[in-house]
């Protein structure tokens, strides 16, 4: 079992940077997919951002092209969001999940484990 933990969430003022990181537990972290989802209150949850296990091949949402940054140190079972240019609009619970896909997926129900998620809040 597979077991995620979202770190790095807070509050920032509009057009700050955050970095969320995402430790897992078990080795099979450097064979999954991993990707950030994001769900704000009373909306579904929504793709950010995934990453390849295998040629690190990355994806994201439009709404955080060019401002936000997935990266992985497969050494160290953990995953990272870079977040910078943020937007009152990027406030959301940030949810790190891994997926035993062989190629990136944005879709929710490809994700198998999921972590708790962490809090980001941007001020306006």
């Known amino acids: 079992q597979v077991q995620l933990v979202e770190s790095g969430g807070g509050l920032v003022q509009a057009g700050g940077s955050l970095r969320l990181s995402c430790a897992a537990s078990?080795?099979?972290?450097?064979?999954?997919?991993m990707g950030w989802f994001r769900q704000a209150p009373g909306l579904e949850r929504e793709f950010v951002a995934a990453?390849?296990?295998?040629?690190?091949?990355?994806s994201y949402a439009d709404s955080v092209k060019g401002r936000f940054t997935i990266s992985r140190d497969n050494a160290k079972n953990t995953l990272y969001l870079q977040m910078t240019s943020l937007k009152p609009e990027d406030t959301a619970v940030y949810y790190c999940?891994?997926?035993?896909?062989?190629?990136?997926?944005?879709?929710?129900?490809?994700?198998?484990?999921w972590g708790q998620g962490t809090q980001v809040t941007v001020s306006s």
């Open positions: 999940a891994a997926s035993r896909a062989l190629f990136v997926t944005t879709t929710t129900t490809d994700y198998d484990y």
């Open positions: 990453i390849s296990w295998i040629d690190g091949r990355t």
């Open positions: 078990e080795r099979t972290f450097s064979r999954s997919v």
